[in-house]
């Protein structure tokens, strides 16, 4: 067997379409008025345009989801950019809608985020690194609120803000454990006056998530004069519209809240916009990208982050709840060596058969499939294809979710792009045209707070109970008493299990869950609930990705992946 291109190998083989040709398939015109190219391979488009598509018919939404997967992920991406591919292979018209890479895993361990083999979205390059901009300008935006918290204060402190009370941290968009929790404003009276502080990983911003929630730019500036900054010493909220910043911090994301439009190695429109963290925050890519291409296009396929439990649940419940979406189909990405890791495995021992650790694995992909089934949306699996799987493991996958009613079909999308998902793409245009979906949320929306992480943990992921101490339930309340009740919740947890402790693998039941704390995203509209050891800024590994990229002797990087 020859030597396997990298993911890096294969994107620079590409021949790729000038950025126009590729919209034009989309019947999107030719001219400035809708769109920006941001070179030859990368274009924006424009929110008049955007607007313009408004009475249109929209197409069909499907959702990909996963797992829970192994550190090195399932292929969730590179599945989506398969099967938006193989659509397009059976005559079918279909954008793929992706989340924008955080710099973070690029450098840390998980990689990037542009799938991967012969199922990738191109430039790679560029959209793992800078891409357009975007990135920085929800990190700059943030931080320009933290700054103007900080120089309010220093000025007189005319909103009697508490200095102890400031909930809101600064981020970069780096795995940075060292800046998790800082003392700001020291150097004496020059300086300000001193307090505790933090840095989040960009990506778990608030100002993220109000990017990707939001319906329009008038609804973007409303979200951000609506986030908390802090409380007075009386506990009453203070909101950014309260220091002026929304009309700035808008300007700056005025640009970079146009979609972003790529093409997949088939030279198929990608529409990548936005990116959460799934373990903690919501994990979906920006509403209005999802609005856009379903405007553009017959079929849409977008990814949730991480396994069903966050990533499924996080965008039926909270991104659908707010927008109305309904998706036609969820695709659940499984892989035979997840499969066997939750069988009891050591990540060492996956390239080698073992049945018996396959069968008692797949306990894991049936919860995941009866929780899909719950939202009452039409469910298939995708097995995504590795090297050393075998047609024994394989087959008794199908077998599996044959006896659950439930259609697998083997994808080999890495190494041979849309023609290795045909048969999911056919799969897929079956179920989406059900006329029995009957979509519906876990929980109502009058629940109250606490009746809602309940649902959440004992419904999905089979907990016995939820742990939370005095402090906690009153803050709850107090959230209810400010008119919070009906916001949705975003759980905070490891992604590799469906408890809060990573290692117990498999379907684990009867587990406590408790909540160790608690943050209101008022502009957002949802209430972060942190559980286990999740952090918000992620460290580095012990052995970075970072070690390995550099720029050969031409120019060219090397070690991205």
């Known amino acids: 067997m020859g030597k396997f291109k990298s993911d890096i190998q294969i994107a620079r083989m590409a021949k790729m379409k000038p950025i126009k040709q590729v919209l034009s398939k989309l019947k999107v015109p ?54 938006s591919d193989g659509l397009n292979k059976i005559g079918k018209k279909s954008i793929v809608c992706l989340r924008e890479p955080s710099l973070g895993p690029s450098f840390g361990v998980k990689g990037g985020a542009a799938g991967g083999g012969y199922s990738q979205v191109v430039p790679m390059e560029q959209i793992n690194l800078h891409f357009t901009g975007d990135f920085h300008a929800i990190t700059s935006a943030h931080n320009l609120l933290s700054a103007l918290i900080d120089n309010h204060i220093y000025w007189g402190n005319k909103l009697n803000i508490d200095v102890r009370r400031v909930v809101w941290n600064r981020v970069m968009d780096m795995n940075d454990r060292s800046l998790r929790s800082i003392v700001v404003d020291l150097g004496g009276v020059a300086n300000g006056y001193p307090r505790q502080d933090g840095f989040d990983i960009t990506v ?39 220091l002026k910043a929304q009309g700035p911090m808008t300007v700056l994301l005025y640009r970079a809240f146009r979609p972003n439009v790529v093409q997949t190695l088939e030279n198929n429109p990608a529409i990548i916009h936005g990116g ?36 499924a649940e996080k965008f039926i419940n909270i991104k659908c709840r707010k927008s109305g979406l309904k998706p036609s189909c969820i695709v ?147 959230f209810e008493t400010m008119g919070y009740k009906n916001l949705p919740i975003c759980i905070a947890k490891t992604q590799y299990s469906f408890s809060t402790d990573p290692n117990l693998k498999g379907a ?40 390995n990229i550099k720029l050969n002797s031409n120019n060219e990087i090397e070690g991205l992946f």
């Open 30 to 83: 030719d001219n400035s008025f809708a769109f920006s190219p941001q070179g030859r391979h990368i274009a924006k488009l424009n929110l008049e345009y955007i607007n313009t598509l408004n009475k249109k018919k929209d197409g069909k939404l499907i959702l990909v989801t996963a797992i829970n997967p192994t550190p090195a992920g399932e292929g969730k991406t590179t599945v989506s950019v398969g099967l």
């Open 204 to 242: 778990a911003s608030e100002i993220m998530a109000i990017f990707c929630l939001s319906k329009n730019l008038k609804d973007l500036e409303n979200r951000i004069g609506n986030i908390t900054i802090g409380y007075t010493r009386d506990k009453k909220p203070i909101y950014a519209k309260d």
């Open 276 to 311: 959460p963290f799934a373990n903690i925050a919501h994990g979906c890519n920006s509403l209005l990208a999802t609005k856009t291409a379903l405007k553009l296009s017959d079929y849409v396929v977008t990814e949730a982050g991480f396994g069903a439990d966050l990533g």
């Open 332 to 478: 659940i990405v499984a892989t035979i060596r997840a499969l066997k890791m939750h069988g009891g495995l050591d990540k060492h021992q996956l390239k080698k058969e073992n049945m018996s650790a396959l069968i008692k694995g797949m306990i894991n992909l049936e919860r995941h499939i009866n929780n899909m089934k719950k939202f009452g949306v039409p469910v298939t699996v995708a097995i995504n294809k590795f090297v050393n799987d075998t047609r024994k493991e394989e087959n008794a996958v199908i077998d599996f979710c044959k006896s659950m009613g439930i259609k697998a079909n083997l994808c080999t999308h890495w190494s041979e792009g849309g023609k290795g998902t045909r048969e999911l793409a056919k799969t897929v245009v079956k179920l989406s045209s059900k006329k029995n979906n009957k979509f519906k949320y876990l929980y109502d929306s009058k629940l109250p707070l606490f009746k809602k992480i309940e649902k959440i943990a004992i419904e999905l992921y089979k907990a016995s109970e939820v742990v939370a101490d005095t402090k906690i339930r009153s803050q709850l309340k107090e």
């Open 508 to 547: 684990p039941k009867d587990h406590v869950m408790q909540i160790r704390g608690l943050r209101l995203s008022s502009g957002a509209e949802f209430i972060v609930v942190f559980c286990g050891s999740i952090n918000t800024m992620p460290g580095l590994p012990k052995v970075p990705a970072a070690e």
